[in-house]
């Protein structure tokens, strides 16, 4: 089982910007749709964007035309980029693939901390 290490997060002011990245331990090539989702302060987890691997891509309609998800197979590595934050991202982001992120017994890596703040 690929094993999943996010990073990239960090605080940054409102309109700011930040690139997450997340790291395979091996191959990403055969899995289909990469997803990263995020759990902000006492709500649930919420899925983010998702790219598969034709490179087709969605994203949560808070999100879109501000994040841009890529994925590069060659460095088994899935980003997020995110521009124009806002204090309401602040979250632990983390990905997965999608199909594990959605099943009632994920198993999520240790994540990023993104807070936006002034």
């Known amino acids: 089982q690929v094993q999943l290490v996010e990073s990239g997060g960090g605080l940054v002011q409102p309109g700011g910007s930040l690139r997450l990245s997340c790291a395979a331990s091996?191959?990403?090539?055969?899995?289909?749709?990469l997803a990263w989702f995020r759990q902000a302060p006492g709500k649930e987890r919420e899925l983010v964007a998702v790219?598969?691997?034709?490179?087709?891509?969605n994203y949560a309609g808070s999100v879109k035309g501000r994040f841009t998800i890529t994925r590069d197979n060659a460095k088994n590595t899935v980003y997020l980029q995110m521009n124009s934050l806002k204090p309401q991202d602040t979250a632990v982001y983390y990905c997965?693939?999608?199909?594990?992120?959605?099943?009632?017994?994920?198993?999520w890596g240790q994540g990023t901390q993104v807070t936006v703040s002034s």
């Open positions: 997965n693939p999608l199909a594990a992120g959605l099943g009632p017994n994920a198993s």
């Open positions: 091996g191959s990403i090539f055969s899995i289909n749709a």
């Open positions: 790219i598969n691997s034709g490179g087709s891509t």
